[in-house]
């Protein structure tokens, strides 16, 4: 059964890094639109960043816009999101999500993905 696995999050200080991983099983993710998506305690779940299938087009939200990039290894079928510079308004848990898509496609509603990891809690206090 196809599914996605999220690791990485954890506790870190303000002007921190973490890197999380979203690991592919049972299908290839290359072929996948990948997106990440954060949800604050009493707040939406809401997307932070996506990169799309195969020509790897990245887009990013406002308030992680040059502080997070997200990358793709195909040998080990994961994306990476690397976070930079945390803030506290960072924390939340994190979710990796996949859904097959044309090459250039970008999503970023969580009604558009098919594939939904558990989430990893990332905490970002000093």
């Known amino acids: 059964q196809a599914q996605v696995v999220e690791s990485g999050g954890g506790l870190v200080q303000p002007g921190g890094s973490l890197t999380l991983s979203c690991e592919g099983l049972g299908f290839t993710l290359d072929y996948y639109a990948v997106g990440w998506f954060r949800q604050a305690p009493g707040k939406e779940r809401a997307g932070v960043s996506c990169?799309?299938?195969?020509?790897?087009?990245?887009y990013f939200s406002d308030s992680v816009k040059g502080r997070f990039t997200i990358s793709r290894d195909s040998a080990s079928n994961t994306v990476t999101l690397q976070m930079n510079n945390l803030k506290p308004e960072d924390t939340g848990v994190y979710y990796c999500?996949?859904?097959?898509?044309?090459?250039?496609?970008?999503?970023?509603?969580?009604?558009?993905?098919?594939?939904w990891g558990q989430g990893t809690q990332v905490t970002v206090a000093s």
């Open positions: 999500a996949a859904r097959s898509a044309s090459t250039r496609e970008i999503h970023m509603s969580t009604s558009d993905y098919d594939y």
């Open positions: 990169i799309a299938s195969r020509d790897r087009s990245t």
